[in-house]
């Protein structure tokens, strides 16, 4: 027992990881290689900064005066905003209180945005993305992950959320959303129903799980948003991106209220992102995806753990 | 203070509609955009039944009011056990709460015993404890077969299995925490 249950040493632990260590690097090459191709401008935003990004379920870890960033989004708007029409950022994002099988609170992220893009024209862009990076790091086009096989040939799956709910949980959130039941639904409904062999895309997120994305303008009930899922884990989250700043308001308004009615930490609504959005957003799309979960993938390793070496214990 | 859901974590006590609970198993999921979602797999400290809930972030428990003390054995009075506390007064605990802990009991015995709002709900023997086996059938001598064991009773009628070459008026050592045999005490 004590055998089974002792941490490796150090050194010991660190020399395993090497395998992880040249899949995330080959990883983190192959989709440098794929923007700069694009004609992509790689960009560095601050990681401590004096506002965290407002959102309804996220929260900042607090840094003296400051906060580390839950992720880059607003600073790359500020940059479209400036004119900046292809734009893509990997580095650290910190979220408070996150951590399980697939959360860290300290992870890596992608983002990229595309000036005069929707959330479509970037899921095209995300299957070649894949396409490239997974051909780069394994010399196919499939991941054999946890004694499955996933082909990420595109076209992938696409699913409306509205379906995918009315399948496998009964009920519509498009139609009448109920916050509590959606996420638990979608949680212990339909992603354990979600193929595990090939990706799918889940889309047209109902209105109130818009987040930052916007709504459709010939059916504003559902928002310009999906998720890619593979191997049943969530990789990848993108909008059509909210420009318009009095809507962005009002959300940040009633995020506001809902996070004191919790007892969860306000904050401010960014003033510089919010002069951005004044200053004019072009329609944009965006992309956030969760590398060490990709890196997961493709190293075949079942928790996050297996591929942070200097992750601190989970107990 | 009470608990929120983000100090949840496997071995944290908490306490729901008055039962106290151990969380034995934790997750914690969270779906992109949403609110997290707590997993547990909480065991009652009173009864040991075992429950599964999904906290949210906005769920508070209360901490349970545990106590721990030490006491030291003394008698028993009808289906009461009577144990001596540090102030050297006296506690009764139901033979309900031992369980077949009361079997292994002896005089001057001190237990870890797990007070909730006052009331004993968990004792804790020392891990090994010495009994005469009372009762139980002569072995056969000469049987080699490895793991051939017998039933054998001791005092106050418990009856646990012990290998064949136990006999009568043998003492034994009990392990408390499963109330089997672990090994023979040799007479000095």
Not at chain 2, 122 to 129: D, K, N, R
């Amino acid at each position: 027992m004590r055998l089974l249950n002792r941490i490796p040493p150090e050194a010991e632990r660190l020399a395993a990881a090497r395998g992880v260590l040249q899949i995330r690097a080959r990883l983190l090459q192959a989709i440098r290689s794929f923007f700069v191709s694009r004609g992509y401008l790689e960009v560095e935003t601050p990681v401590r900064i004096p506002v965290p990004a407002l959102e309804r379920h996220i929260d900042a870890e607090p840094a003296g005066d400051h906060f580390l960033r839950t992720s880059p989004e607003f600073h790359m708007k500020r940059l479209l905003a400036a004119g900046y029409e292809k734009i893509f950022q990997i580095g650290p994002c910190f979220r408070r209180g996150e951590r399980g099988r697939f959360h860290h609170p300290e992870y890596t992220m992608l983002e990229w945005y595309r000036a005069g893009a929707n959330y479509l024209d970037m899921l095209n862009e995300m299957e070649s993305l894949m396409a490239e990076a997974v051909q780069a790091v394994q010399g196919l086009l499939q991941t054999p992950y946890q004694g499955r096989l996933i082909s990420w040939t595109p076209p992938w799956e696409r699913m409306r959320v509205a379906d995918a709910f009315r399948a496998w949980a009964g009920w519509d959130p498009v139609a009448a959303y109920d916050a509590d039941r959606f996420d638990r639904d979608l949680v212990e409904r339909v992603e354990p129903q979600l193929p595990m062999n090939r990706p799918v895309v889940l889309k047209d997120y109902p209105a109130e799980a818009a987040a930052l994305a916007r709504l459709n303008a010939s059916n504003p009930r559902v928002a310009e948003r999906w998720e890619l899922y593979a191997g049943g884990l969530e990789l990848a989250n993108a909008f059509s991106e909210l420009t318009d700043p009095t809507e962005m308001r009002r959300r940040f308004t009633q995020w506001s209220a809902e996070r004191q009615a919790a007892g969860q930490a306000v904050y401010p609504a960014d003033p510089a992102f919010l002069a951005a959005l004044e200053a004019g957003l072009p329609p944009s799309g965006g992309v956030a995806l969760g590398v060490d979960r990709l890196v997961m993938l493709l190293a075949d390793v079942r928790s996050l753990d297996d591929v942070l070496p200097f992750r601190e214990p989970l107990e | 203070m009470p608990y929120t859901a983000s100090d949840l974590r496997k071995g944290l006590k908490v306490e729901m509609d008055g039962v106290p609970y151990v969380i034995t198993e934790f997750q914690f999921v969270k779906p992109g955009k949403g609110a997290a979602i707590y997993n547990c797999r909480l065991k009652s400290m009173i009864d040991g039944s075992t429950i599964t809930k999904a906290f949210r972030s906005n769920d508070i428990l209360d901490k349970p009011d545990l106590e721990e003390h030490t006491l030291r054995y003394s008698y028993s009075e009808g289906d009461d056990f009577i144990f001596m506390n540090e102030n050297f007064e006296q506690v009764a605990i139901p033979g309900s709460v031992l369980g077949d802990s009361k079997y292994f009991l002896y005089e001057d015995c001190e237990v870890e015993v797990l007070f909730h709002n006052g009331r004993p709900v968990e004792v804790t023997l020392p891990t090994f404890v010495e009994k005469v086996i009372v009762e139980t059938e002569p072995g056969s001598r000469g049987n080699t077969v490895q793991n051939v064991t017998k039933p054998a009773k001791i005092a106050g009628g418990y009856t646990l299995q012990v290998p064949l070459f136990v006999n009568q008026g043998d003492t034994i050592k009990i392990d408390t925490r499963t109330g089997e045999y672990a090994d023979r005490v040799l007479k000095k």
